[in-house]
């Protein structure tokens, strides 16, 4: 049987956002009070418009710091080819994403760009363990992928 978790269900909403215009220094200290490697950078409107992280930070500080140069505004150093997912998007999907990509974090939007939340390799992992330990308790034997596996066919086996 389909998993049926989808995006929604995971997400944080309670997000660590940051605006276009902020500088380096002002992101590397909200990073580091925050606890977290990157933040979402967002519109007057909300809208996701990239990705700003620890790396992007250092690059920029460092560059900052060989030429003389101050540091860029967020807007020149943050990525803005960034892979979402709705908030429909299936449990099974973004394990593949995760899977097939270094991302630390999808961000979950709506059809018009709006950030809703987002989800991190943590979140979907706590969520597999969930699901996989769930399925422990439920039945002897084998354990099967099967409780978020999401195609016609047959599921991975793995022996306990």
């Known amino acids: 049987m389909p998993d049926k978790t989808r995006a929604r ?3 944080r909403t309670k997000l660590v956002t940051v605006k276009p215009d902020a500088n380096v220094m002002e992101v590397v200290e909200v990073l580091l009070k925050n606890q ?5 950078v967002l519109d007057a409107k909300g809208n996701l418009i990239g990705i700003v992280s620890e790396f992007d930070c250092m690059n920029s500080i460092s560059h900052s710091a060989m030429t003389g140069v101050p540091p860029k505004p967020v807007s020149d150093l943050m990525t803005r080819d960034v892979e979402t997912v709705g908030p429909d998007t299936t449990l099974l999907t973004m394990v593949h994403i995760f899977g097939q990509k270094r991302y630390r974090r999808l961000p979950v939007v709506d059809a018009s760009g709006r950030l809703l939340g987002q989800i991190s390799r943590r979140d979907l992992m706590r969520a597999l363990y ?4 769930s399925q422990m308790k439920r039945k002897d034997g084998p354990l099967y992928l099967s409780a978020i596996y999401d195609s016609d066919q047959a599921p991975a086996k793995i022996v306990r």
């Open 9 to 11: 269900e995971i997400m």
């Open 36 to 40: 977290i490697s990157g933040a979402p």
């Open 130 to 133: 969930q699901k996989m330990r």
